[in-house]
């Protein structure tokens, strides 16, 4: 049989961290490859009794937990999610500016189907999510990459590339972005609001991330200076509670919110009840901040294994971004080493981490790498690097003979 593909799947190609991680199935393999928040931070204990309490007989939620749901979300969580939500900076949300998602990826999915039509441009933090490259993919846009810094996106660049292509709209992660672990400034996330209402362009703030800080201070979102009403603001629990839940929240325009949830009715009709009870309840009963709190020497724990094991193996050649927050290092070679083909060698060294250039949308840069340190022990944070560290030390030796 010969299949007739869409042409939507013509330049798609499989995730390369979940590609990856179906060759881990040795537990000899430190991964570095995942996005995962580690195991011992996921609140088994208190879900437990949350969906003990939803299910008990008698209990007024249970019916709703086991039925099916509207597609804006359950309204009560939706209430508390206001709340929650000004912990970014985003104050006077009404009920209809907001929906409950199944996971923050279907966010970027709803936008894209939304606004997105052959051909269209979307702009990016040059580089980016790779699932996001994934999806405009699937929804054949054209995607260009915002060149950055430290501080953000370059703002004259954005504008530039606002004006050549008339984008639909601009995605970002400028709270520990996806890959890099950078962190937008306050002056940054004001100049992208400004530049994005004066042009008329919509933005998508994905902010997966931004509670897991162990250090310096938080930050408001790029929607907290939404003045013009064209930034859609995505955050989900997967890394502060659960990633099986697959929970999360769009808040935007009313209008906006409104086509996203035709769109969501196309695709899933509602976010699972019981999911979305057992998320409102965790922050109901006040789990949520006091477990972030726990969790936060964990990572920090692990990060700095990780930053002290990059100095004490990776060779020189190689520099990194010392991340505040979130769940990743980005580094990279300043000589031709390439990281891409080198992905399956590490394998074969019993390590894995995932190659830059799926992040980039030109997917032209070949001398980065992306390295999780949230899902790992501190013990095999230092093997894995150890191991890491001599394999790129041996191929740069090759490039020097």
């Known amino acids: 049989m010969e299949y007739n593909y869409s042409e939507r799947m013509a330049n798609m190609n499989g995730s390369a961290t979940r590609e990856i991680l179906k060759l881990l199935t040795r537990p000899e393999i430190v991964s570095f490859a995942g996005g995962f928040p580690a195991t011992v931070c996921l609140p088994r204990k208190e879900i437990q009794e949350i969906t003990n309490d939803l299910l008990s007989e008698g209990c007024a939620s249970a019916t709703d937990a086991l039925q099916y749901g509207t597609t804006e979300g359950f309204v009560p969580f939706r209430q508390e999610l206001i709340k929650y939500v000004k912990s970014a900076g985003i104050e006077n949300v009404s009920l209809d500016q907001t929906l409950v998602l199944s996971g923050g990826q279907q966010g970027i999915d709803l936008m894209s189907k939304v606004f997105l039509n052959k051909g269209d441009v979307v702009l990016v933090e040059n580089p980016t999510y790779l699932a996001a490259l994934q999806i405009f993919a699937s929804y054949q846009a054209k995607v260009i990459g915002v060149n950055s810094d430290d501080n953000g996106l370059d703002i004259e660049d954005l504008e530039k590339k606002i004006i050549q292509y008339k984008p639909k709209f601009l995605y970002c992660v400028p709270t520990f972005s996806n890959p890099t672990g950078k962190v937008y400034s306050v002056a940054n996330r004001k100049a992208i609001a400004s530049v994005t209402a004066k042009h008329g362009v919509m933005v998508l703030e994905d902010d997966p991330y931004s509670k897991l800080r162990f250090e310096g201070e938080a930050v408001p979102s790029i929607k907290s200076f939404d003045t013009n009403d064209n930034v859609v603001y995505v955050t989900s629990f997967s890394k502060v509670c659960s990633g099986g839940l697959r929970v999360a929240v769009a808040v935007g325009p009313t209008e906006v919110i409104r086509k996203l949830t035709i769109g969501k009715q196309g695709a899933d009709v509602s976010t699972s009840n019981l999911s979305q009870l057992i998320v409102y309840e965790y922050l109901k009963r006040g789990y ?114």
């Open 288 to 401: 949520l901040f006091p477990n972030i709190e726990k969790s936060l020497p964990i990572y920090r724990e692990r990060k700095n294994a990780m930053i002290d094991a990059i100095k004490k193996y990776m060779p020189e050649e190689y520099s990194y971004v010392n991340a505040e927050g979130g769940l990743f290092i980005w580094g990279g070679f300043n000589v031709p080493i390439n990281t891409t083909t080198l992905a399956a060698e590490a394998v074969k060294h019993d390590v894995a981490y995932i190659q830059g250039q799926v992040f980039y949308p030109a997917d032209d840069v070949t001398n980065m790498l992306r390295l999780n340190f949230s899902n790992a022990t501190v013990d095999r944070i230092d093997s894995g690097m150890h191991r890491l560290g001599d394999m790129f030390k041996a191929e740069i030796a090759k490039l020097k003979k």
